[in-house]
């Protein structure tokens, strides 16, 4: 099949899989006399095993270290394992800085009038961030901080 068929049969854009093959991440296709790419059924499920990854939010990096381990049928399972608990401790640390965030603007956001005063503790955390964590606890850059120092 050619890329447009590829790319409906998967799932992913022609664009996504040409990013994919420059990467390395899928290896190049065969080509036909006249240099289309010609792609089978067993790269079109690569490419949905990559599409699946990617929807768990997986980097590219852990992908492609995935699909190695999937198309090696002698691999032991332990390093796909530490690949899914690893991406699943940094999944809940980004929850709960999100949800931290969620909170603080919700508080922030219940805390205003959104009245004609211009008084407004939103703007006010906001401003206090410029020198300080601010009410989000938000941490600032080593390149921040230096510039404040």
Same mark, same amino acid.
């Given at each position: 099949?050619?890329?447009?068929?590829?790319?409906?049969?998967?799932?992913?854009?022609?664009?996504?899989?040409?990013?994919?093959?420059?990467?390395?991440?899928?290896?190049?296709?065969?080509?036909?006399?006249?240099?289309?790419?010609?792609?089978?059924?067993?790269?079109?499920?690569?490419?949905?095993?990559?599409?699946?990854?990617?929807?768990?939010?997986?980097?590219?990096?852990?992908?492609?270290?995935?699909?190695?381990?999937?198309?090696?049928?002698?691999?032991?399972?332990?390093?796909?394992?530490?690949?899914?608990?690893?991406?699943?401790?940094?999944?809940?640390?980004?929850?709960?800085? @999100?949800?931290?965030?969620?909170? +603080?603007?919700? =508080? &922030?956001?219940?805390?205003?009038?959104?009245?004609? %005063?211009? #008084?407004?503790?939103?703007?006010?955390? @906001?401003?206090?961030?410029?020198? +300080?964590?601010? =009410? &989000?606890?938000?941490?600032?850059?080593?390149?921040? %901080?230096? #510039?404040?120092?």
């Amino acid at each position: 099949m050619n890329i447009g068929q590829a790319a409906a049969a998967s799932g992913v854009s022609a664009k996504m899989l040409r990013y994919y093959e420059s990467t390395g991440l899928v290896p190049p296709p065969g080509r036909t006399d006249s240099g289309y790419r010609v792609y089978d059924q067993a790269d079109v499920n690569t490419l949905r095993f990559i599409r699946r990854a990617r929807a768990f939010g997986l980097s590219m990096e852990r992908i492609k270290l995935l699909v190695s381990l999937w198309q090696d049928r002698a691999r032991p399972s332990r390093e796909v394992k530490r690949i899914a608990t690893e991406h699943v401790r940094e999944l809940r640390a980004k929850i709960a800085e @999100l949800t931290a965030m969620c909170d +603080a603007l919700d =508080a &922030l956001a219940e805390a205003c009038h959104g009245d004609q %005063r211009p #008084d407004c503790p939103i703007l006010r955390d @906001l401003e206090k961030g410029a020198g +300080a964590s601010g =009410a &989000l606890g938000l941490r600032r850059s080593p390149a921040e %901080r230096s #510039d404040r120092q």
